[in-house]
């Protein structure tokens, strides 16, 4: 119990940035919903002009774009490369700052077990990363609210909304395996961003059903869950797996690693 507070302390102010954060990027895109539905000929017309694949990586399904829903999804690509962002900072500092601060071996020197050291940092970033999506999702139903011009789908949305937990719980998983596996990371921000990016500019191109598999952020597709009320089985099975398998592997790696001394 002491090292999950410890670590709720340790997290306390990223969380709060991070959750300022996605909701001002949310309410941002929001902000513009207005100006697009008053002049919907001229902004279609402009859309057009793009390719289609540029527009499927962003979210822009011209055939509900001027809805509330539809535009929501515009800025929930931006939203959720945020929030991954965020959960895989959690995911790669877990382990690796106890070496990089030079604090491991006073750590484990505690009568506790490694799995119960693991289990509640891992316990904390979930706690971090819920809280987030919590006031997250709050303030993005009410901006909905606020903006929408007419009557949508709140359940839809929330389904909209949760796919930025389950990217985040995917990169978390991601960041856990990257910890314990590299023995120093010097800049967890460097790895968090060139492995987040990567995937995102892997997901940009990935048009095919069997790519989709390769980006963590096409698993959600927004034009399916608008469309179905529903997440798509087999991406949700696959995303399942890689995370306990990651999460699995985290668990084995650490218990039996040398962890480097002062």
Known sequence: MNILLHELRAYRKSTIIWTISLVGTAALFMSFFPAFTKDTEEFTKL??????A????FGINLNNFFSILGFYCYGL????LCGAIQAMNLGTSIVSKEVREKTADFLLTKPVTRTTVLTNKLLAALISIILTNIVYIGAATLLAFQVATEDFSVSIFILLSLTVFLVQMLFLAIGIIISVIVSRIKSVLTVSLATVFAFYFLGMFS????KRYLS??????TAYIMENASYETSFLITGAALMILAIGASYFIY???DIHSV
């Open 54 to 57: 540029l527009r499927e990586a």
């Open 255 to 257: 218990a039996k690693k």
């Open 47 to 52: 859309l057009e002009g793009y390719p289609a």
């Open 207 to 210: 048009a095919d059903e069997a």
């Open 216 to 221: 963590p952020f096409k698993y959600f597709d």
């Open 77 to 80: 690509s931006f939203v959720t």
